[in-house]
């Protein structure tokens, strides 16, 4: 009896040593967790502090502009040349007050603001753009891109959406690499059949628009034939796609901003378009531009 009583004691003693090793030791783990010193990685302190370094910087110090015409103010001062101190991003004129005015104040806004937009420009020459900007390792981008992708002499030449697409995966991940911490504030491209409708009346205009400019849309702008109404259509339906292949692609980049269709969807007024092509955006439009990305830029949250 004393024997197995001793060896109940024993067993009872040995199981709770066992108990208080197992506490001890998730005491350890514990601590160690707390302390992001777990095994296999940081812990969640790492985490937070990769959390924190993608949050989205409502102040941006730094500014740099890539795109096509619009963001260098193509036909808002005279006819046929670039205007970039009325640009929406960049531009100097105080009837505008452009993104880098409002972000960097007068002063300081031409020291830190960069414009790589070039009239004419296309997805495909993005990646170009991009790498010039980041060389500044500017604090923001912004991208405005895709309507002369659109706008080509023909509506069967406009490029691809799965070639938009890849090009703009293309030239944010070279970014991303030569930039990482830089954010991108990607505009939507306008609707160009809303464009249409505000010049199609005017004689002047289309005399302009016989130019050469955006002819997918613009050719034969009074026709109402079948032919020309689908042609509009089909421009139309394929700036919608780009518009949304633009909004996936920002979407897996943490420190990508798209505008949530506010460009496209803003109802640009005539005497908010150039007074020589009633198409590109005037000083007016300009400053409407300027006025939605500022909005979208210090918003706490992305636009839904």
């Known amino acids: 009896m004393r024997t197995t009583a001793a060896r109940r004691r024993a067993r009872r003693t040995l199981a709770g040593a066992r108990s208080a090793a197992r506490s001890a030791a998730a005491a350890v783990l514990l601590a160690?967790?707390?302390?992001?010193?777990?095994?296999?990685?940081?812990?969640?302190?790492?985490?937070?502090?990769?959390?924190?370094?993608?949050?989205?910087?409502?102040?941006?110090?730094?500014?740099?502009?890539?795109?096509?015409?619009?963001?260098?103010?193509?036909?808002?001062?005279?006819?046929l040349t670039d205007c970039p101190e009325v640009s929406w991003a960049t531009g100097s004129d105080p009837e505008v007050r452009s993104l880098a005015t409002r972000l960097l104040g007068d002063a300081d806004a031409p020291a830190r603001s960069w414009n790589y937009a070039a009239t004419g420009s296309r997805m495909a020459d993005l990646p170009g753009q991009l790498a010039e900007a980041a060389a500044h390792k500017p604090e923001l981008v912004t991208v405005m891109v895709g309507s002369n992708d659109a706008c080509r002499p023909t509506a069967s030449s406009m490029t691809p959406v799965a070639d938009f697409r890849a090009g703009f995966e293309k030239a944010l991940a070279e970014l991303r690499a030569a930039s990482p911490t830089s954010q991108v504030y990607v505009s939507s491209v306008p609707d160009l059949q809303r464009l249409w409708e505000q010049g199609k009346d005017r004689p002047m205009v289309r005399q302009v628009w016989k130019l050469g400019i955006c002819q997918s849309m613009l050719a034969d702008p009074l026709s109402a034939a079948t032919g020309a109404t689908a042609r509009r259509e089909q421009v139309r339906a394929r700036v919608v796609e780009y518009n949304e292949a633009l909004r996936e692609v920002c979407a897996k980049d943490v420190l990508c901003r798209y505008d949530g269709g506010a460009v496209f969807q803003y109802p640009f007024a005539a005497d908010q378009l150039s007074r020589w092509d009633w198409f590109h955006p005037g000083k007016g439009g300009q400053a409407r531009l300027a006025e939605l990305a500022h909005r979208q830029v210090t918003a706490a949250q992305p636009p839904r």
């Open 32 to 79: 160690a967790a707390i302390a992001g010193c777990g095994p296999g990685g940081s812990g969640d302190e790492g985490e937070r502090g990769a959390q924190a370094a993608s949050r989205w910087n409502t102040a941006p110090g730094s500014i740099a502009a890539v795109g096509d015409s619009i963001t260098r103010g193509f036909d808002a001062c005279s006819v």
